[in-house]
């Protein structure tokens, strides 16, 4: 009895020390939104059980080694012990209440990121390779606009339905903790109620080909008050008639996701900026020479493989001939030529 009791202390002070180590050592990054809350609890749990369970078998292990230790001068073998039943029901019915009660909080706890909320704001959330688009809806249902990045309101309800034109991508921002895959054919609905001001990266969590590293996007938290005023004017906008064929280039640009992969600045990107690029002659991968005019545009967004420039991968995917439409692509390239 006095080996157990000094062995419980062990394990108790054991215990208290891996998980205060454990819950203190910043494994994630912070928390910003209400199902994050939830789901760091339900973490939180279970490394309190992981301390317990290190402690039992380390300390246990660690005391027999030292204090049943073969003495000098001792040659006998220790007791045989054959079985003990009490101690087998004890270490079978345990593991399996905690199991039990684990999966009934990780049922609730996913009841309770899942559930419908009153005043959900709806956005549309589009993966392709490589890049995500963002789709806010008009008060007639319908898309209104759409953004490269992701602007959501503090404190309300969203639901995100996620989808995907070519590949499985998975929508994922570690800070809030939920992710959801986003399947071709499919809309899956994935709901965030951001607590935290601020901007974050949204990432893509499935592999989905050779430009997945790049696939980023910029996720903003607003006041309510600053993300209706972005969004009312965001809505005037799409809603203004006679609009330009460059500012459409520029829409399709965002609705599309190209701005995520080429810059209209001239910073370096995965593929080449777009600012000065028309008129402009570039040595392609093959060794080749080609002048950069609408042809080799429109050949480029088509047929992406067909002219690499040097310097760049081929990762552009092959699927905008299937999505674009031409009045779409005429102002794309209309757009990218105005970036002198």
Not at 18 to 42: C, H, K, W, Y
Not at 44 to 68: C, D, E, G, R
Not at 76 to 93: A, C, F, M, P, R
Not at 209 to 223: F, I, K, Q, S
Request: glycine fraction near 8%; include cysteine.
């Amino acid at each position: 009895m006095r080996h157990i009791l000094t062995a419980a202390v062990l394990v108790v002070i054991v215990t208290v020390i891996v998980a205060f180590i454990l819950i203190n050592a910043n494994l994630l990054p912070t928390v910003a939104s209400q199902e994050g809350m939830i789901i760091d609890n339900l973490l939180t749990l279970h490394l309190l059980v992981i301390a317990f369970l290190f402690a039992l078998i380390v300390v246990f292990m660690t005391y027999s080694i030292v204090v049943f230790r073969r003495k000098p001068g001792e040659e006998g073998d220790g007791k045989y012990i054959h079985g003990n039943t009490k101690l087998e029901i004890v270490w079978t019915l345990l593991p399996l209440a905690t199991v039990l009660y684990f999966a009934s909080l990780g049922a609730s706890s996913l009841y309770e990121i899942t559930k419908p909320l009153d005043n959900e704001l709806k956005i549309g959330v589009v993966g392709f390779q490589w890049a995500w688009r963002f789709d806010y809806y008009g008060p007639d249902g319908k898309v209104a606009f759409s953004s490269n990045e992701l602007y959501l309101p503090k404190d309300r309800p969203v639901r995100l339905d996620i989808t995907s034109t070519d590949v499985i991508h998975s929508f994922w921002v570690p800070e809030f903790r939920v992710k959801q895959d986003a399947v071709p054919g499919q809309r899956h609905p994935l709901r965030i109620t951001p607590t935290q001001l601020g901007e974050f990266k949204v990432r893509c969590a499935e592999i989905c080909g050779r430009g997945h590293a790049v696939m980023y996007a910029t996720a903003r938290v607003l006041e309510p008050s600053e993300f209706q005023s972005w969004y009312e004017q965001q809505l005037a906008s799409s809603q203004e008639e006679g609009g330009d064929i460059v500012a459409m280039g520029a829409k399709v640009a965002q609705k599309y996701g190209c701005i995520g992969c080429h810059s209209t600045d001239g910073s370096p990107m995965a593929g080449p900026t777009w600012k000065g690029l028309f008129g402009k002659e570039e040595t392609l991968a093959d060794g080749r020479t080609i002048t950069v005019d609408e042809e080799y545009i429109r050949r480029s967004i088509l047929d992406p493989g067909a002219d690499i420039v040097k310097g760049f991968a081929n990762i552009m995917p092959n699927t905008y001939k299937d999505q674009i439409s031409d009045e779409e692509l005429e102002a794309l390239i209309a757009y990218i030529k105005s970036l002198k």
